[in-house]
């Protein structure tokens, strides 16, 4: 059963593969400075070493998917937002994975009676504006800089056209790396707690875990998909908005990283805050968008003449067609699998606001009085539990959240082998044992067991002002919470 | 993997030079030629006949050798074509001298002393003009900001060359004691010298819509 659902996340990186190759090799293509097959492969070799070595360790291990709560759910989720961009890369559109999966979790949501995301909503709205204006700013920068560069460096041709190639090259390899790492996750994060796979050593040199061997999987996936489907993408964003000299080719690559890099980076806005200089605001970027923008910002800089601007029409078309393909594929494959396949694809989350749960929210200075009429009964789901709630009290959106998590019921049972399961290598063995103590213990709710786990050991402890390290611990939690719930379903 | 390409790159650079060498040989090769022979030393001039045979060769040999790199190894991609036409167009231009000196040698035109000047200013200014031509080039390779100022050089002497062309005309059919077939034999020779400034004025109009092109 697990390779059946392993299916729709390989190819749901299969369409990745096709689609998003074209951000970080499409101009070098379109432009005729890397051949298909050459960008392919190293496209395919970098992705692949981006998901083994660096996806393990990126914060969001789950990825998008990890909001499903049941496989058979992630499964119809993965294949909705594979089936959307694959339909979107045969048209040759650039257009974003994750928005996809974003839109495919929200038809999850609907057909579950989850709540929407609506701050991840409004962030793939924002990044159809922000990314590709702010790549155009850049690109257009860095284009004028170069060009006054090579006005007074007077560089030969063939020397240029060396230094561009080996740039492109370069820019394209460290772009695949970031790709296969940044993605990964949402590719065959969500199998990870239910992955048979044990570590396997290479003669005692490295040692591949089982989270490994699944990215490793994953990692082919949108390396096959590069080769097999990548070219048409590619050719668009490199040819097809607008024709393209090298030098330009190399600018647009430059900038999309520069966009990600400055505007999307936490590691940067951290070490900026640090050093006691002030930081890019982090906003929503895509680097789908990104690199169209940047395209776009050449194109304008060069006067506009050269830009088909009935592309680029079709292509914002296509991004705003993502998600909504997405919500509404997912929503009707649901239903299907629920109803004709007889397959469960969402554990239903019950609410109540049980004597713990008001402690809690009273603690988090809340006031309880408005929840006098809702103490104790139980709602099926968390729109009829926010429905509920919104009637007697006015929350802010913080607040809200607050109540939300302190009166969802989970009935976690902390399993033997759970502690045994645990193949994170960045979970340690301190934790581990936190975790084994635990054994037998029932929590009604999440944050009971995040609480009892504090309790046992200090590495299970949030630090203040600590943002990245308390990501990462948030990480951790979500990894033991999906393991428990796994092991006890 | 950066090391090799550059390298390479740097070696197709030079290739690039020697070729442009090989047509500036050519040009003074074919100067020095046309003194000879209108020295009547016959026996030197076979020596700079082989010269020039050998440049030709050698710049053809250049010019296959940079092609089959712009092909194999897909090198500027979006100037190709352009830089191929203008290394075909120069190469036609060393064939021009080397086809000249090769006719002086089969046809031996009987010229009449006070003609000498005159055949060896017109030489003199075709050669420039295609000297100019070379400077280009080089400036598209290297600086082509800088293209435009030999480019303009090149109609400079082009019409210079004209200038003595029809003066030399003039003054060849203006002889009452040689034949019209003398005449029209000295003219032959006089067209096939002003044709090389022709020619060279040709590649520059073409390279400025290559630089026109790569500018844009």
Redo the contacts between chains.
Sequence with gaps: MFAFFLTSGLFLGWSLGANDAANVFGTAVGSRMISFKRAALYCGIFVILGAVVSGAGAAKTLGELGAVNAIAGAFVVALAAGVTVYWLTTLGYPVSTTQAIVGAIIGWDLFAGALIDFVTLEKVVLSWFISPVLAALLSALLYKLIAYGMKHMKINMFSLDALTRTGLLLAGIAGAYALGANNISNVVGIFIPISPFSDISFFGIFTLNGAQQLFFIGGVAIALGTFTYGKKVMLTVGEGISEMSPVAALVAVLANALVLFLFASQDLEQFLLSHGLPAFPLVPVSSSQAIVGSVIGIGLVKGGRGIRWRVLGEIIGAWVVTPIAAIFLSFIALFFLQNVFQQKTYVPVEYRVTAAAEQRIRAAGISVTGLADIRGKTYPSAYQFQKALDQPMTLTAREKSLVMSAAEIDQLVVAIQVANRINDPAITDEQKNAVQKLWGKHFMHRWELEKALAEQSQEWRMKPNNKKQNEELRRKLDYVYRLIRSAGQ | ??DG??K???G??KE?DEFLDRVSEAGLLCKQGMDIYLKGDMEVYATYLKSIRDTEHKGDDLRRSLEKDLYEK??????RGD?MELLEDMDALLDRYTGLIWQFEIERPDICVEFHEDFKELLSHSVESVEADVRSCRA????I?SVADHIHKVSFWEKESDKVSTRLQRAIFGRKDLHLSHKIHLRFFVKQVDRIADEAEDVADRLNIYVIKRM?
């Design positions: 993997m950066g390409i550059l390479r790159k740097i197709i650079e690039v897909t090198l500027i991609p979006e100037s830089v598209f390779f290297k600086d900001n844009l």
